[in-house]
């Protein structure tokens, strides 16, 4: 009995996030990752046609769900939104956090870029804090050979405690090698040890404190207790929100509870002068740390030159004398291009259409059309799709180029870390920023068909 309540209770928490189960035996996997590093290349190799996309439930953002079949057992795979952290600073990050907490997929398998695999270790170890059941996919395997970058997979495999495979899942090598990681994992119940982060000793005594408190309250087949005490030693109330939306419970409420929190955390900062404010910053340096350490061991580059030389480049473009003025610089230049070299086509198309409304006009006075037609067809539609045709597509047409281009060089990650300190202070994001770049040029394009109609 106690059995055939625990599947009926996952089942109601993945049917919380729209995972149709056609059978009890199917299996949940979600496809977590960095964004580019290959992961939707990866869902795509696996599940092929057999796919659908949604919205998750009450957000706006984009879904994708697949199904693929290996050894006769049939594999959901849920394609989680790329994101850097499961620290809920955005709305991608929270979904993740959530289906990996709440939903409860049976494995969880992280996308790595290998060309930058010490950045992309601090979301493995995020998610090795909620579930042991996780899976490295060491991806792109091929743009680190040609980087002269070697990673020792079984080295970091030992490291990690959990499985790795290396991947290069746009020509389909290494994922039959998934695809028997996942069901060795799944079916043969394979106990792991993946690796823990050693924090140190006042925040690891506040975390040995407050699982007793909460143990009791919450459920310990869905939440890992010492990470959820992290979480709300470090203030994250979007965690308690998730609590009450999926398990039906309000921590707030317990107010012996979060009063010995609070308790907790006045201790810290008055006998061991650590500053709260500051403690996502010390867990998430723990993080990095323990990233880096593992980084070293297993990662042999042979062109460190290149990488020496992208990294002055980056403490050039992303200091804080020189960050603003580069990007304020930078970003300036693409919109004066934009603008003053739509002038050009945008006056030839702009005449092209001129002449050709007269040719229509000939047209429907050579038939002895009615002029009401004339003016509707002629006057109204065809003018003033020149007219959009000839202000819009040249800004358009090279604005996309150009901040694709800067996408490519990695300078666009740069200007959202540039602005994300201030577009924190009005509790927005520095991703946000591209957006901003994007309003701009819709200004400068309304203003051009303002000054363009007089």
């Known amino acids: 009995m106690g059995l055939t309540n625990q599947s009926t209770g996952l089942k109601t928490l993945r049917d919380s996030f729209n995972v149709d ?12 990752g960095n964004p580019n590093t290959g992961k939707s ?40 939104p790329g994101t850097y952290s499961l620290l809920s600073n955005s709305v991608e990050e929270e979904i993740a956090r959530d289906f ?33 059941n ?24 030992e490291e990690l405690g959990i499985p790795v495979v290396p991947t290069n899942a746009r020509r389909g090598i290494g994922l039959d090698v998934l695809k028997d990681s996942l069901h060795s994992m799944i079916r043969t119940k394979e106990t792991l040890s993946p690796i ?29 207790m010492r990470w959820t005490s992290l979480r709300l030693l470090d203030g994250d109330n979007s965690i308690i929100q998730s609590i009450v939306k999926y398990l039906d419970i309000d921590l707030s409420t317990h107010n012996e509870i979060m009063d010995k929190i609070e308790t907790i955390k006045e201790d810290l900062e008055v006998v061991h002068h650590m500053n709260i404010n ?38 050039v473009i992303t200091s804080k004398a020189l960050g603003i003025p580069i990007m304020l610089l930078l970003l300036g ?10 002038n050009y ?67 666009l990650p740069r200007i959202a870390f540039n602005l994300d300190y201030f577009f924190k202070k009005c509790c927005a994001h520095g991703k946000q920023a591209l957006t901003m770049c994007m309003v701009i040029l819709k200004l400068q394009k309304n203003l051009f068909i303002i000054f363009y109609d007089l």
């Not at 599940?47 to 290996?70: D, I, S």
């Not at 109204?380 to 358009?396: D, K, Y």
């Open 41 to 80: 290349t990866v869902f795509n190799s696996l599940t092929g046609l057999k796919q659908h996309t949604g919205n998750w439930p009450g957000k706006t953002v984009t879904n994708a769900r697949g199904t693929f079949t290996h050894k006769e057992q049939k594999y959901i795979l849920v394609d989680l």
């Open 134 to 157: 996780v899976i490295l996919c060491v991806n792109l395997i091929d743009e680190s050979k040609r980087k002269g970058i070697d990673i020792d997979c079984r080295k970091l495999s």
């Open 345 to 411: 086509p945008s006056s030839l198309l702009s005449n092209m259409f001129c002449n050709a409304e007269l040719k229509l006009t000939e047209f429907f006075n050579w038939i002895n059309a009615p002029s009401w037609l004339h003016d509707v067809l002629v006057l109204g539609l065809f003018r003033t799709l020149g007219w959009v045709i000839s202000v819009m597509l040249p800004p358009m047409a090279i604005f996309f180029p150009l901040f694709t281009l800067l996408e490519d060089l990695g300078y």
């Open 333 to 342: 230049i693409i919109f004066w291009i934009t603008i003053i070299g739509a």
């Open 21 to 32: 189960l056609q059978s009890p035996d199917d299996i949940v996997i979600a496809l977590a």
């Open 278 to 315: 500051n403690l996502r910053e010390k867990i998430v340096s723990s993080i990095i740390e323990k990233a880096e350490k593992i980084a070293d061991k297993v990662i042999t580059e042979h062109k460190k030159q290149h990488r020496d030389f992208d990294r002055k480049i980056d403490k």
């Open 196 to 224: 823990s982060i050693n924090y140190n000793k006042q925040i690891t005594d506040a975390v040995d404190e407050i699982c007793p408190l909460i143990s009791p309250i919450l459920k310990d087949d869905v939440l890992d």
């Open 100 to 132: 990996i907490c709440f939903g409860k997929p049976h494995a969880v398998v992280v996308v790595a870029d290998s060309t930058c695999l010490e950045r992309n270790l601090n979301l493995v170890i995020q998610i090795l804090e909620i579930t042991s």
